[in-house]
């Protein structure tokens, strides 16, 4: 790679790129190649080729200091980013049937703080469907194991309306 390539793309930081891009994404299925092919797009194939181990190092460290910062609300990362519509219940209404969703609908696996809980489909007593799981599971907190209480209420919009 010329030195002219190296001075130009070093002036437009291309340790920032890799900032702005795992900004408000789902660091759980953001990978390396994401990271790399974002940056061949930005900075060209040969300047990532080049910088290969750098980039890898960088984004490893910037994927680990996301993941154990500190949050000041609730997130949620959804499936491909994706933003729900206005009036979603209304739009899922009519999507389907109760019985529909009690023989289609899987168990579902939630991971949290590496202790796994699945929970089955089921009614509520309120008429909406989803999910529910939940019991005892132990977080890590600096060097102690301490117990805490998981419960995962999961309601599909608009399922109370199912016949």
Known sequence: MSQDL????????WKAEVARFL???NIATVTYKHIKQHLKEKFGKEFVQAEKTSIKDHAKTCVTELSEAKLEKAQVFTLNNAVAPRCVAKLQATSMTKAE???KAPN???DVAGNRAVGPPRVFTSGNHGWWTGGKILVEL????VWAQLGVNITLLGSKSWE
């Open 108 to 110: 579902i696996t939630i």
């Open 101 to 103: 969703f009690l023989e």
């Open 23 to 25: 900004q408000g994404r």
């Open 142 to 145: 600096g060097d102690k194991l």
């Open 6 to 13: 190296s001075s130009e793309i070093e002036s437009q930081d």
